[in-house]
């Protein structure tokens, strides 16, 4: 038998390291892999084939424990290994990074037959990944809006850093992140944030007010127009001071 | 190799031990990181690396770039890694002598190659690639393996010397590797040793492994065991005083006691060099 071209070689290896897509099965080893392995004991070819297709799965399964702790132990460790072997099949890694290999499994866990709340809840943690290495950005301190003149303010803009993600949710997961027994909570429409202040990541539950008034400065409103979500003044002028404190706007002047 | 002075014994930089870089703590000759790790946008890992390089002398090591795939090189690794080049300054690069992607997808393993001419003129050219993109040489690293291919052509370590030569580039020798790739295969560790040219070795790699009863499997979750120490050993005595690196990935000690592992390697490096300079002037 000619030997394989390298292309088709390593097309049979990954064949026979990934899982079925339909049925997150293991596949046997590609008999075009098989044909050009040696031998010698103790092991036969597939079963070296194996120890390939074992260490795949084992270290893409540790990175998604690693990224989703909540989502791991609210499933139980063999659901998760079910679960994230047939999203591995299905979603394969396509980055030489293997940092963003869980970017799709919160929308696959919203296809599987699990806890609704469970799709919720990874994308509470794929967001607190994204924040985790978001860039780096000036904020905004107070001696920067000390230095404003009070006729100036009504026309400020901010810019949102980049180390924030804002999500809604049909579940109140920032309180299932917290207390696992909170999973017997009832859907509930949740706004949150997510910001890493120094090197922490942080996430609160947002009102309604807040939910606006962020999401106008977000989209570049003027201070004037993102204090028009609240009934009082002072009460925007409290939550732009908590947004600095958390260190999530910037200046946009 | 010029381009990879002699930095000492140093230590694969994880998580784990972050706070003792920022706390400044971490006492070692050299650190090396996982390129990949870095390729973030800002954050914890950035910074700590940017503390590190201040105090120490960083290598970038990299598991993704996939010098024996079949697709073409990523162009956006090849940015992400030369942007961390520019920022950091490492003493210098290094990958491994392996595929991992194939048609877009990345396995995020160290897959083997089939030892054969194919294989050289691939590797090698993409090698001379990077290094020409990153305007410096590179090091290149064997792997642990676990299969081995009836069409390779040549034995693993005149591979290895012929991507070298072909690609000019360095040789980043994990003497571990060498141990658990010769037990799985059967060959000699030390006709391995014997037959790659000292001169192309710039960084050599200590890690331990797991005995599976069937093989041996690169773990790196132990400590270097007696066997590749004295493997390590003949190694000085080959290719004389090298950058060396202890590994520890899994299951990760206290940094001490991976320290020791470096500290362990620079005790046999000074050994042996001792005794090569008491022959020399025995012999004089």
């Not at chain 1, 392995?37 to 399964?61: G, K, T």
């Not at chain 2, 005149?158 to 000019?168: G, N």
Request: glycine share 8%; hydrophobic share 45%.
């Amino acid at each position: 038998m000619a030997a394989p071209a390298l292309r088709e070689l390593q097309e049979a290896f990954w064949r026979s390291l990934t899982r079925v897509a339909a049925t997150g099965e293991r596949p046997p080893a590609d008999p075009a892999l098989l044909a050009v392995l040696s031998s010698p004991p103790p092991l036969a070819p597939a079963e070296r084939v194996r120890i390939y297709a074992d260490m795949y799965y084992l270290r893409l399964l540790d990175v998604l424990r690693e990224g989703f702790p909540r989502v791991c132990a609210l499933l139980g460790e063999e659901a998760f290994e079910r679960l994230g072997g047939l999203y591995l099949a299905r979603h394969p890694s396509t980055d030489p990074s293997v940092r963003h290999v869980g970017g799709a499994f919160a929308a696959f866990l919203g296809t599987e037959p699990v806890p609704a709340y469970l799709a919720d809840l990874a994308r509470l943690e794929w967001a607190r990944l994204e924040v985790f290495d978001a860039p780096d950005a000036p904020v905004l301190t107070l001696d920067q809006l000390r230095a404003v003149p009070p006729g100036d303010w009504p026309g400020l803009r901010f810019a949102p850093v980049a180390a924030l993600e804002r999500l809604v949710t049909a579940w109140p997961v920032h309180r299932i992140w917290q207390d696992e027994s909170a999973t017997a909570a009832a859907p509930a429409r949740t706004a949150l944030r997510v910001w890493r202040q120094g090197f922490a990541v942080y996430q609160t539950a947002m009102e309604a007010d807040e939910e606006r008034a962020l999401a106008g400065l977000v989209t570049g409103r003027t201070f004037a127009a993102v204090c028009e979500a609240f009934d009082a003044p002072a009460d925007a002028g409290a939550l732009l001071l908590r947004w600095i404190e958390d260190g999530i706007i910037a200046r946009a002047w | 190799m010029d381009d990879f002075p002699y930095l000492g014994h140093g230590i694969g930089l994880r998580t784990k031990h972050f706070p003792r870089v920022l706390d400044g703590s971490l006492a070692v000759d050299w650190l090396e990181v996982i390129s990949e790790n870095f390729m973030i946008r800002g954050g914890r890992p950035l910074a700590v690396l940017e503390k590190a390089r201040a105090a120490v002398p960083v290598v970038l090591h990299g598991v993704s770039l996939s010098l024996g795939s079949t697709d073409p090189l990523s162009e956006g690794y090849l940015r992400a890694l030369g942007d961390l080049v520019a920022r950091f300054a490492p003493a210098w690069v290094s990958d491994h002598l392996c595929w991992g992607s194939v048609a877009g997808r990345h396995a995020h393993d160290l897959l083997p190659l089939p030892f054969t001419e194919e294989a050289v003129a691939l590797v090698a050219g993409r090698v001379r690639a990077v290094q020409e993109r990153l305007g410096r040489r590179i090091l290149v690293e064997n792997v642990s393996s676990y299969l081995t291919y009836t069409h390779s052509t040549m034995t693993e370590w005149d591979f290895l010397t012929a991507v070298a030569e072909e690609a000019d580039c360095g040789i980043l020798l994990d003497v571990n590797n060498v141990y658990v790739s010769a037990s799985n295969h059967g060959f000699s560790a030390e006709d391995y040793l014997d037959g790659v040219p000292p001169e192309r070795v710039g960084q050599i790699h200590l890690a331990g492994h797991s005995d599976k009863g069937t093989h041996l499997l690169d773990t790196h979750d132990g400590p270097v065991i007696a066997p590749v120490w004295r493997l390590y050993r003949r190694a000085v005595e080959r290719f004389g005083r090298v950058s060396t690196l202890a590994e520890w990935d899994d299951r990760i000690p206290e940094l001490e006691e991976v320290v020791a592992q470096a500290e362990c390697a620079r005790r046999i490096e000074s050994e042996v060099c001792s005794e090569v300079q008491g022959g020399r002037a025995r012999s004089a």
